[in-house]
């Protein structure tokens, strides 16, 4: 089953939509409730990056019985240094962003944890995050 | 500690979830972050916060935390509340300032997490 959902550049009122309805979806698929946190925490934090750091983008996740891939893709001004943005603490989110609650440079290396597998890849065009979650408890 | 308890405790109010107030927390946390709330493995927490917007239901609403104490006075807006009683969380509110409103709590037996 494959979902896609859009994310505005900006619009704090939209960030968790998609979060949301994975949540609701992968409840009704009788999910362990660990892992649907680590799914939507996961991706909520990829979402508040886009709407936060990016130009708008966009969500793809495709569930099957065994796992979530998630591919959360925008439009740039990608990451120029990802070794950096990967570290905990290292945040340039506005003023506007940490009046919202975020940008404590957190959210990276937490989407890190609570995948078994993250990808970045990022170019001036773009930043396209891929995370694999299984739903398998272990 | 009841939520009931934890409002006698700070002189609080409940602004939705009335009918959960019941429903005991032995965990706290106090933070304006919500990244930070969001690498907390723990579920049954009070999440104490002074920021009142719609990504602090969003957060608890992914964390799987089903009650928040707004400190410092902040009243939630209409559509953070829908968004709450959707989720079933509990939102209170606290005039006293986040460090008054975490010792209250610690001193009556309400645990940090770390
Ligand atoms: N989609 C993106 N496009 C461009 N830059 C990004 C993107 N995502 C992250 N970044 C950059 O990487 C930094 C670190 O991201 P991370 O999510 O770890 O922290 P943050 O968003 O700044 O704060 P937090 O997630 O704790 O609220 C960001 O401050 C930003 O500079
Ligand atoms: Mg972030």
Redesign the interface.
Known sequence: MDKRYAIPSGD??H??QA??EI?RLLKQLNIP?KII?RV??SL??AE?NVVAHSLGGEVLCSIDSEHIKITVSDRGPGIPDVGLAMSEGYSTASQEVRE????????LP?MR?NSDEMDIKTSPEGTSIFMNISFKEN | MTLREVLDNVKGEVICGEDQLDHSVELGFATDLMSEVLTILDDDILLITGLSNIQSIRTAEMSDITQILFVRGKMPTPNMIELAKENNIVLMTTQFSMFKTSYLLYDKGLSPIY
């Open positions: 704090f009122t960030a968790g979060s949301s949540k409730p946190k939507v925490v909520y934090e508040v919202m609650g975020f940008g404590a440079g957190m959210g937490n944890n």
